[in-house]
């Protein structure tokens, strides 16, 4: 059985950096072609990519948010984590991990993050 | 970046009856060296996290009911519910791989019960 879950802070400051760990079972990241991706989603709004990391140790970012975002594995404890710079009341979303790169088949919860002073 | 716009942005349709929503690319999702459209649909019930219903256009997740079907192909596609019950009250997205790593979403469309 395939879980995900995401664990982090609901609460955040403006300018201070998001680190979201994603915690999963059932499947490997060492696995070839397997892949866990990062996705948000503001309140009432529609799905954002946000970044990827393959099996391979490959990392791939939304060009828009590419200079604030940093995706990392740790295939020994399961873990994929995700950092967010500098952030904004606008980044307030749930964060959600999912397994896949192209498609997602299965999602954690989500994590919801409130960016306010 | 590839848009993806979905219409109409909420439907409400009686149940057993069919739900039908739209998704269009800015460009197309054909992809001929392979023959298929890099499309998926999710649904996405309140609370929850989206589930994949639908990948290659229309190719069904295993375990989805068969009244989720999905067609198309080029930059215009259709998920259709045959039937629609009452656990199919969500919110449904697509979503396009074909400009993969970067992936874009549509803008979702909400379906209730008329």
């Known amino acids: 059985q395939v879980t995900l879950r995401e664990s982090g802070p609901a609460l955040v400051k403006p300018t201070q950096t998001l680190t979201l760990t994603c915690s999963f079972s059932g499947f490997s990241l060492s696995t070839s072609g397997m892949s866990v991706s990062w996705i948000r989603q503001p309140p009432g709004k529609a799905l954002e990519w946000l970044a990827r990391i393959d099996w391979d140790d490959d990392k791939y970012y939304n060009t828009s948010l590419r200079t604030r975002l940093t995706i990392s594995k740790d295939t020994s404890k399961n873990q994929v984590v995700l950092t967010l710079t500098n952030m904004d009341p606008v980044d307030t979303a749930s964060y959600y991990c999912?397994?896949?790169?192209?498609?997602?088949?299965?999602w954690g919860q989500g994590n919801l993050v409130t960016v306010s002073s | 970046d590839i848009v993806m716009t979905q219409s109409p942005d909420s439907l409400a349709v009686s149940l057993g009856e069919r739900a039908t929503i739209n998704c269009t690319s800015s460009?197309?999702?054909?992809?001929?060296?392979?023959?298929?459209?890099?499309l998926a649909w999710y649904q996405q019930r309140p609370g929850q996290p989206p589930k994949l219903l639908i990948y290659?256009?229309?190719s069904r997740e295993s375990g989805v009911p068969e009244r989720f079907s999905g067609s198309g192909s080029g930059t215009d596609f259709t998920l259709t519910i045959s039937s629609l019950q009452a656990e199919d009250v969500a919110v449904y997205y697509c979503?396009?791989?074909?400009?993969?790593?970067?992936?874009?979403f549509g803008g979702g469309t909400k379906v209730e019960i008329k």
């Open positions: 979503q396009q791989y074909y400009s993969h790593p970067t992936l874009t």
């Open positions: 999912a397994r896949g790169g192209i498609w997602f088949d299965c």
């Open positions: 460009q197309s999702l054909f992809y001929r060296s392979n023959n298929k459209n890099f």
């Open positions: 290659w256009a229309s």
